[in-house]
């Protein structure tokens, strides 16, 4: 069974930075396409996708809204996967989610990724 933990969340005020991590369990890294998903306040059926990576580490994928802020990138050795955000805005606050795919492709569709975290609070204030 694959474990995905994200931690690093917290709060931030509006332009400042966070890094989030996701430790999985052995050789997910090496063997997945990860990503990372978010759902806002008030949008519990809403999943919104945020960047992904694929197996190999060459392919990233970013969302609309956050590209040009957030960088995605991955540690084999760690077996970990970071997300790099900056110049946060208020609407970035979410509960940030990891998630593993048994695929090649950096997929940004939430129902391609097979096992997923349980999500760290991410909340930017004014």
């Known amino acids: 069974q694959v474990q995905v933990v994200e931690s690093g969340g917290g709060l931030v005020q509006a332009g400042g930075s966070l890094r989030l991590s996701c430790a999985a369990s052995?050789?997910?890294?090496?063997?997945?396409?990860m990503g990372w998903f978010r759902q806002a306040p008030g949008k519990e059926r809403e999943r919104e996708f945020v960047?992904?990576?694929?197996?190999?580490?060459?392919?990233?994928n970013y969302g609309d809204s956050v590209k040009g802020r957030i960088t995605i990138s991955k540690d084999n050795a760690k077996n970990t996967v970071y997300l790099q955000m900056n110049s946060l805005k208020l609407e970035d606050t979410a509960v940030y989610y990891c998630?593993?795919?048994?695929?090649?492709?950096?997929?940004?569709?939430?129902?391609?990724?097979?096992?997923w975290g349980q999500g760290t609070q991410v909340t930017v204030s004014s």
């Open positions: 960047a992904a990576i694929s197996r190999s580490g060459s392919t990233t």
């Open positions: 998630a593993a795919r048994r695929g090649v492709v950096a997929a940004t569709n939430e129902n391609e990724y097979d096992y």
């Open positions: 052995e050789r997910t890294i090496n063997s997945y396409a």
